[in-house]
Nanobody, 120 residues
Framework: QVQLVESGGGLVQTGGSLRLSCAAS????????AGWFRQAPGKQREQVAT????????DYADSVKGRFTISRDNAKNTVYLQMNSLAPEDTAVYYC?????????????WGQGTQVTVSS
């Protein structure tokens, strides 16, 4: 069982930066692939970034490539999402999720989400 708690969301101006954190419980979190998702009002949930269990592999949605960076510290059971050059279209609730297996489709565990609002 893995529990995920996101933090770090807030209100930021266009062009600003935020770093989201996802703290995980469970001694086996280092064996899980982790991902960040976001959902804006009236829109479908979008996968933003994925990182392998070791942190050696990461993938990004085209919409955030070059602006967002996913990383993890397995010693701290924490995954991060560094978001730079934020734009109003990045406004959404951001969720952290975990799954066993990088190429597995479904994520097994989800956090409660943290709101990110980018003002123009």
């Amino acid at each position: 069982q893995v529990q995920l708690v996101e933090s770090g969301g807030g209100l930021v101006q266009t062009g600003g930066s935020l770093r989201l954190s996802c703290a995980a419980s469970g001694r086996t979190f280092s064996t899980y692939t982790a991902g960040w998702f976001r959902q804006a009002p009236g829109k479908q949930r979008e996968q933003v970034a994925t990182i392998s269990s070791s942190g050696s592999t990461a993938d990004y949605a085209d919409s955030v490539k070059g602006r967002f960076t996913i990383s993890r510290d397995n010693a701290k059971n924490t995954v991060y999402l560094q978001m730079n050059s934020l734009a109003p279209e990045d406004t959404a609730v951001y969720y952290c999720a975990a799954k066993r297996g990088y190429y597995r489709q479904e994520y097994e565990y989800w956090g409660q989400g943290t709101q990110v609002t980018v003002s123009s």
